[in-house]
Structure formats: structure tokens, C-alpha cells
């Protein structure tokens, strides 16, 4: 008698119910309907998921399979690996969250919560003070958070090793196929072609925000820099939804209509100050939730958060689940940056919020990206290093500031070694996604001008590719789109193009 046999159907359905009441709590909570955040009970209903067995049966099954059942059954395997790392590290960062929610900073008899340190510090004008805030922090985090951290970590690459991968490294090079130390050499090459023109790209921008250019800033000053207060009055939050729905509309999309897109807005005491999409069901019930603040990082925050939600929303009902929910998060991430570029066009600009004088928003975004993208340069390099087989953790918190701080261009410090990095590789989706993103603009204005955003047609264009899901790794769909290839070179010259 034959044992029997591994449901991969059930197992299927059972990740998609996982995901839809994961998704769900998280709307609820984050929109501010109930206060507390109740994941752990649906971990449990559903922990057979995400068991050892769980990872080396979808994982064998993957192996015997071929084509497009493959690829389904790779992105399946990464959802079993990451809940399974997750549930070795869950307790770890509940501690960790509960510790740092009660954690507090002293800046010169001032007492500030430590998560809301780094807002404080954001809207600081003085610089020396935002130094005071930031040693604070720092001190804090390596102190009481750092054990925690690690702790996790090791875990997660004791978990790896468990499951027959050499490291944590070559457990997420299998699963998103990816040759991630290859994609780090990449953007290696990517930081030496911007290394001249990065200073005279970003030092008009930094004096202009923070008062000094590169050569003479600190770190404590870069929130400052990315949150540029200045531009705020070129963003008024009256104008924040209507200029979405105005956007949308033009591409051939009645937000109001689409009845699986929930556009909530409504003011809740408990409702998240940053926007987000939530996916319960896709495409059937997805939610873009926004504060009703405004400036420009909420403006910013929102398109890309509308991204996500119209990439999922016109999603293909019939696809697979696993092209539906998992997949290459680059390719959602691709949609998200180019909605959310819009608000540094200077044709949006214009034509949406008639705004004049929009240059110095267009200088800003062309500084914080090429800033961004170094410092993602240094994370991958850096991920990858930290996540190899046989890594000497003591020798990376070293690793880490020499790295971030010379493709950075500012002294940066050891104590972030840990909590800067995200789990599962997501930099590498980051990274491709901003590529992408740019081919995607670039194709749009090839075939329907500067103002795209206002073709319907350019609409009809982005919903054939949005009805794909994630299908198609972003690499795949590139090609069969507009038969290019991510280009991190052509992105290095159009960032610091004089
Ligand atoms: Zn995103």
C-alpha cells in the first residue's frame, strides 16, 4: 500500500485562506477598526503550513515538476520557507517589539519614545540636536535591541542549515532563482558609474534641506533630507485624493466604481499615519488605506500604495493562487515606484496640481533615488555577505558601516548591523524594481508622449500587464513586454546625467 499521498491542493488552499485572514487583520488593525493586532491565533489555526515537513514536501514536489507548474511551485516554496523561518523567529520579535514599544530616549532632559525618535528627529531643524537624537538612538538599539536581533538571526540561519542549504544565502538564491551575489556585483558596477557625478547631483538638494552638501553631512541628517519639508506647499492634502482619483480616471480607471478596490479614507483615532494596500483576495477584495494628512511623503506614499492596489486589483480572477498572491515581488514593487513618480513628474505636476515651479520637487526625488539606490547597492553587497555560508558575525557590524559609509559618502555606524536588514532578500526586489520602473516609464513615453498618465490607451497598456499578476518574474515580463533587459547602467547615467 502506497502512503498517502501529500495533498498539495490542500495545502494550496490552505496558504490562500492564510493569506486572505493575515491580510485581513492587518486591514483592520492598520485602518484603525480594532486596536489590537490578533496574528498569532491565525499562525496557529494554520501552522501545518508552515512545518518542516510543510517546506521539504512542497520543495521535492518542485523539483519533479517542469514549465509553468515549476515556477508555481517555486513561489510556493519560498510562502512555506519564509512562514517557516517565521515561526522559528516569531517569539523573538514579539519580544522585540514589546521591548522597543516601551523603550524611551533622553535628549537634554527631553524624554522621547524610542519608535517616535525618528520622526522627532525628521522635522528637527537643528542639526546638532538631530546628532543628540540620533546617539541616542543608536546607543539604545545596541543595547537592549541588539541581543534580540541577533538572537533571531541566528536562528533563522540555523533554520536554513536545517532544511539541507549551506546558508540562509543559497536558500533564498533557490527560491527566487535568483544569483543574488551576481545581482550584487551588479550594482557594485552601478555604484562606481554614479561615484563622480554623485556629489553634484545631490549637493544642491542637500543644502537646500539640511544646510550642507555631502562632504559635510552627517547621518543623523538624512531623514531631514528625505522628509524635504520644503516642497510641502506644492502638496496641499486637499488635493491628495482627488488628485489620485483625477490620475486613475484618466488612465480609464473609476476608482469609485472598481468595486474590489476599497479607497478608505475615513479618519479613526487608531488608523495608520503611513498609507498601505492590504490584499486580502485578489483581485476580489483589496484595500488602499491613507491617512487624511498630505505633503509630499503622504502624497508620494499614496500613489505608490495605489499601485500596488490597482496592479492587484486588475489582477486576473481565473490565474493560479500562487500567481495571484505570491511571485516576484519586484514586479508589484515596478508599479508602485512608477504611480509614485508621478508625483515627482513635472508634467504631473502641472497638468494635475497645476503647480508652478515644480523643479525643485524634481531635483529632490532625482537626489533621494540615486541616494537610495546607492545605499541598496550596500545592503545587497552587504546581505549578501552576512547571509553567506561560514560568516564570522563578529566581523560585520565592521562590514556594515564600511560599506553603507563609503557608498554612502557619510560616516555610518556599526550599531544598525542588524536592524537594517530586511528578511527574505526583499532588497534584491527593491533594487530590480527600481530598473524596471524606469523601463516601464520609458516604454510609456516612447509610445504615448510625456503625459502618458493622461492615455487612456497608456491605461489599457499598464491593465495588460496588471491582469498578468506575478505570473512572470519581473526579468520575463520585461522581455515579453517591450523585449528589454533591467539595465542598472542605463539607470546610472539617466541619475546623474548633467
Ligand atoms: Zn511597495
Same mark, same amino acid.
Given at each position: 500500500?502506497?502512503?498517502?499521498?501529500?495533498?498539495?491542493?490542500?495545502?494550496r488552499?490552505?496558504?490562500?485562506?492564510?493569506?486572505?485572514?493575515?491580510?485581513?487583520?492587518?486591514?483592520?488593525?492598520?485602518?484603525?477598526?480594532?486596536?489590537?493586532?490578533?496574528?498569532?491565533?491565525?499562525?496557529?489555526?494554520?501552522?501545518?503550513?508552515?512545518d518542516?515537513?510543510?517546506?521539504e514536501?512542497?520543495g521535492?514536489?518542485?523539483?519533479?515538476?517542469?514549465?509553468?507548474?515549476?515556477?508555481?511551485?517555486?513561489?510556493?516554496?519560498?510562502?512555506?520557507?519564509?512562514?517557516?523561518?517565521?515561526?522559528r523567529?516569531?517569539?523573538?520579535?514579539?519580544?522585540?517589539?514589546?521591548?522597543?514599544?516601551?523603550?524611551?530616549?533622553?535628549?537634554?532632559?527631553?524624554?522621547?519614545?524610542?519608535?517616535?525618535?525618528?520622526?522627532?528627529?525628521?522635522?528637527?531643524?537643528?542639526a546638532?540636536?538631530?546628532?543628540?537624537?540620533?546617539?541616542?538612538?543608536?546607543?539604545?538599539?545596541?543595547?537592549?535591541?541588539?541581543?534580540?536581533?541577533?538572537?533571531?538571526?541566528?536562528?533563522?540561519?540555523?533554520?536554513?542549515?536545517?532544511?539541507?542549504?549551506?546558508?540562509?544565502?543559497?536558500?533564498?538564491?533557490?527560491?527566487?532563482? *535568483?544569483?543574488?551575489?551576481?545581482l550584487? /556585483? !551588479?550594482?557594485?558596477?552601478? @555604484?562606481?558609474?554614479? %561615484? &563622480? =557625478?554623485? $556629489?553634484r547631483?545631490?549637493?544642491?538638494?542637500?543644502?537646500?534641506?539640511?544646510?550642507?552638501?555631502?562632504?559635510?553631512l552627517?547621518?543623523?541628517?538624512l531623514?531631514?533630507?528625505?522628509?524635504?519639508?520644503?516642497?510641502?506647499e506644492?502638496?496641499?492634502?486637499?488635493?491628495?485624493?482627488?488628485?489620485?482619483?483625477?490620475?486613475?480616471?484618466?488612465?480609464?480607471?473609476?476608482?469609485?466604481?472598481?468595486?474590489?478596490?476599497?479607497?478608505?479614507?475615513?479618519?479613526?483615532?487608531?488608523?495608520?499615519?503611513?498609507?498601505?494596500?492590504?490584499?486580502?483576495?485578489?483581485?476580489?477584495e483589496?484595500? *488602499?488605506?491613507?491617512p487624511?494628512?498630505? /505633503? !509630499?511623503?503622504?502624497?508620494? @506614499?499614496?500613489?505608490? %500604495? &495605489? =499601485?500596488? $492596489?490597482?496592479?492587484?486589483?486588475?489582477?486576473e480572477?481565473?490565474?493560479?493562487?500562487?500567481?495571484?498572491?505570491?511571485?516576484?515581488?519586484?514586479?508589484?514593487?515596478?508599479?508602485?515606484?512608477?504611480?509614485?513618480?508621478?508625483?515627482?513628474?513635472?508634467?504631473?505636476?502641472?497638468?494635475?496640481?497645476?503647480?508652478?515651479?515644480?523643479?525643485?520637487?524634481?531635483?529632490?526625488?532625482?537626489?533621494?533615488?540615486?541616494?537610495?539606490?546607492?545605499?541598496?547597492?550596500?545592503?545587497?553587497?552587504?546581505?549578501?555577505?552576512?547571509?553567506?555560508?561560514?560568516?564570522?558575525?563578529?566581523?560585520?557590524?565592521?562590514?556594515?558601516?564600511?560599506?553603507? /559609509?563609503e557608498?554612502?559618502?557619510?560616516?555610518?555606524?556599526? %550599531?544598525?548591523?542588524?536592524?537594517?536588514?530586511?528578511?527574505?532578500?526583499?532588497?534584491?526586489?527593491?533594487?530590480?524594481?527600481?530598473?524596471?520602473?524606469?523601463?516601464?516609464?520609458?516604454?510609456?513615453?516612447?509610445?504615448?508622449?510625456?503625459?502618458?498618465?493622461?492615455?487612456?490607451?497608456?491605461?489599457?497598456?499598464?491593465?495588460?500587464?496588471?491582469?498578468?499578476?506575478?505570473?512572470?518574474?519581473?526579468?520575463?515580463l520585461?522581455?515579453?513586454?517591450?523585449?528589454?533587459?533591467?539595465?542598472?547602467?542605463?539607470?546610472?547615467?539617466?541619475l546623474?546625467?548633467?
Amino acid at each position: 500500500m502506497q502512503p498517502l499521498a501529500w495533498d498539495l491542493d490542500q495545502y494550496r488552499r490552505g496558504a490562500e485562506g492564510f493569506l486572505e485572514e493575515i491580510d485581513r487583520e492587518y486591514y483592520l488593525q492598520g485602518a484603525g477598526h480594532k486596536p489590537d493586532l490578533a496574528i498569532e491565533p491565525i499562525y496557529e489555526r494554520h501552522e501545518e503550513l508552515f512545518d518542516r515537513e510543510a517546506v521539504e514536501r512542497v520543495g521535492e514536489t518542485r523539483s519533479a515538476a517542469m514549465g509553468e507548474e515549476a515556477t508555481r511551485l517555486r513561489y510556493l516554496h519560498q510562502f512555506a520557507l519564509d512562514g517557516f523561518l517565521g515561526a522559528r523567529t516569531r517569539e523573538i520579535e514579539a519580544r522585540t517589539a514589546e521591548l522597543e514599544a516601551s523603550l524611551e530616549i533622553e535628549v537634554a532632559g527631553e524624554t522621547i519614545a524610542y519608535r517616535m525618535a525618528p520622526v522627532v528627529q525628521a522635522n528637527e531643524p537643528d542639526a546638532g540636536r538631530r546628532a543628540e537624537i540620533e546617539a541616542a538612538r543608536t546607543a539604545v538599539l545596541a543595547e537592549r535591541l541588539n541581543p534580540l536581533h541577533l538572537e533571531a538571526l541566528e536562528s533563522a540561519h540555523a533554520a536554513c542549515s536545517e532544511l539541507g542549504w549551506p546558508s540562509y544565502l543559497d536558500a533564498y538564491s533557490d527560491v527566487r532563482a *535568483l544569483d543574488l551575489r551576481a545581482l550584487a /556585483g !551588479r550594482l557594485g558596477e552601478f @555604484a562606481e558609474a554614479t %561615484e &563622480a =557625478g554623485y $556629489a553634484r547631483t545631490v549637493d544642491p538638494d542637500l543644502e537646500r534641506t539640511v544646510g550642507a552638501p555631502l562632504a559635510g553631512l552627517r547621518r543623523s541628517d538624512l531623514a531631514r533630507f528625505f522628509r524635504a519639508a520644503h516642497l510641502d506647499e506644492l502638496f496641499p492634502s486637499d488635493k491628495m485624493v482627488p488628485a489620485l482619483r483625477r490620475t486613475l480616471s484618466r488612465l480609464g480607471i473609476d476608482l469609485d466604481a472598481q468595486r474590489n478596490v476599497t479607497l478608505d479614507t475615513e479618519k479613526r483615532p487608531t488608523k495608520s499615519p503611513r498609507a498601505f494596500c492590504s490584499t486580502p483576495r485578489v483581485p476580489q477584495e483589496v484595500y *488602499l488605506v491613507m491617512p487624511p494628512i498630505g /505633503g !509630499r511623503e503622504d502624497y508620494a @506614499a499614496l500613489f505608490h %500604495e &495605489a =499601485g500596488h $492596489a490597482e496592479h492587484y486589483g486588475c489582477t486576473e480572477a481565473d490565474l493560479a493562487f500562487e500567481f495571484r498572491h505570491l511571485g516576484d515581488n519586484a514586479v508589484t514593487e515596478s508599479f508602485a515606484f512608477l504611480l509614485e513618480g508621478l508625483t515627482a513628474s513635472p508634467e504631473w505636476l502641472e497638468r494635475i496640481l497645476g503647480a508652478e515651479g515644480a523643479a525643485a520637487a524634481i531635483e529632490h526625488a532625482r537626489a533621494a533615488r540615486l541616494m537610495m539606490l546607492r545605499r541598496y547597492s550596500a545592503k545587497i553587497a552587504y546581505e549578501v555577505e552576512l547571509h553567506g555560508p561560514g560568516v564570522d558575525l563578529k566581523a560585520m557590524p565592521e562590514r556594515y558601516s564600511a560599506l553603507l /559609509g563609503e557608498r554612502i559618502g557619510v560616516p555610518w555606524p556599526r %550599531e544598525t548591523w542588524l536592524s537594517d536588514v530586511d528578511p527574505s532578500f526583499y532588497v534584491a526586489c527593491y533594487l530590480r524594481a527600481w530598473a524596471l520602473e524606469g523601463d516601464w516609464r520609458r516604454e510609456l513615453e516612447g509610445r504615448f508622449g510625456d503625459a502618458w498618465f493622461g492615455d487612456r490607451e497608456a491605461g489599457e497598456w499598464l491593465r495588460g500587464l496588471w491582469a498578468q499578476g506575478q505570473r512572470r518574474e519581473a526579468e520575463r515580463l520585461l522581455a515579453d513586454a517591450t523585449g528589454g533587459s533591467l539595465d542598472f547602467a542605463r539607470l546610472a547615467t539617466e541619475l546623474t546625467a548633467v
